[in-house]
């Protein structure tokens, strides 16, 4: 199942982000990330990803 939320977090880093831990501080975090740059977005959301 991660590997999936790893695909959907190289395309849609916040979607990515809110299968992993809902709608939260890391998930509002990421919109910013995703918003300042794209690969800042994905970078954090593979962390999330991969941390939990």
Known sequence: MDIIRIIIAILLP???V???VGIGGQFWLN???TIL???PGIL???WVIAKN
């Open 18 to 20: 809110f299968l992993q």
């Open 44 to 46: 954090h959301a593979v």
């Open 31 to 33: 919109i910013l990330l």
């Open 14 to 16: 916040p979607l990515g």
């Open 37 to 39: 740059g794209y690969f």
